[in-house]
């Protein structure tokens, strides 16, 4: 959507390999949303963020880690990525009391 | 926690039929808000209609209505005059009005004959 956008929009990494993914906004909003999509699951929420350093975990969180250090900038990381992490990721962002607005996504295969 | 449980993995309509895709959610908490999104093959993330739970009239856009039963925990889609464009994956998704946290649905794949 218009105002975020997540790089890469595609990876394929080792296992074992440490990941990160970028996700960047440029309208101020205070939240936002790391989540995976797979077959059958639907959209599951990984990490969300509250504010500059505030964040917090969501149903799926094992094996990765966010940070949020500027506004604009909400990075996920699979410390050591393994085949189990193989999906389809999108980043959110939203205001309070309205709907969340969605990054392109970004396929990410682990071998 | 909350909870969003989509019942129905696929569904299908004729083009200018009406169809209804269901959505139920758990909580405990009495604000918060209930979102439809819709994903066609682009993958793109699109809001198809919101709903505050404080409000007792169901949201309306266009042909895309909702039945919202707050008693019943009930949040249903209904698409009227369906075209050819609806095909997609619809997801049902809460926002808690206590934490933001934003949590989805399975989701119900909607495919539409001519």
């Known amino acids: 959507d218009a105002g975020i956008t997540q790089s890469p929009r595609h990876k394929v990494t080792e296992t074992g390999t440490p990941v990160t993914l970028r996700c960047h906004q440029t309208e101020n909003h205070r939240y936002m949303y790391w989540y995976r999509q797979d077959p059958g699951h639907g959209l599951r929420l990984i990490h969300y963020s509250y504010g500059v350093k505030d964040t917090d975990k969501g149903e799926v969180s094992d094996g990765y880690s966010v940070s949020r250090s500027k506004t604009e900038d909400f990075l996920l990381t699979l410390e050591s990525a393994t085949s189990s992490q193989t999906s389809v990721y999108f980043c959110?962002?939203?205001?309070?009391?309205?709907?969340?607005?969605f990054g392109q996504g970004t396929r990410l295969t682990v071998v | 926690a909350q909870t969003v449980t989509q019942s129905q993995p696929e569904m299908s309509v004729q083009e200018a039929e009406t169809v209804t895709l269901s959505c139920t959610y758990d909580?405990?908490?009495?604000?918060?808000?209930l979102f439809w999104y819709k994903q066609p093959p682009s993958r793109q993330m699109i809001l198809v209609i919101r709903q505050e739970a404080y409000k007792q009239q169901n949201a309306t856009e266009n042909r895309f209505s909702v039945n919202f039963q707050k008693a019943a925990k009930s949040f249903s889609l209904k698409i009227s005059d369906s075209q050819l464009g609806d095909a997609a994956m619809y997801f049902c998704?809460?926002?808690?009005?206590?934490?933001?946290?934003?949590?989805f649905g399975t989701g119900t794949r909607l495919q539409v004959f001519p």
């Open positions: 909580t405990s908490e009495s604000d918060y808000y």
């Open positions: 959110a962002m939203g205001e309070r009391n309205t709907e969340a607005f």
């Open positions: 998704a809460y926002r808690s009005d206590n934490t933001d946290k934003l949590i």
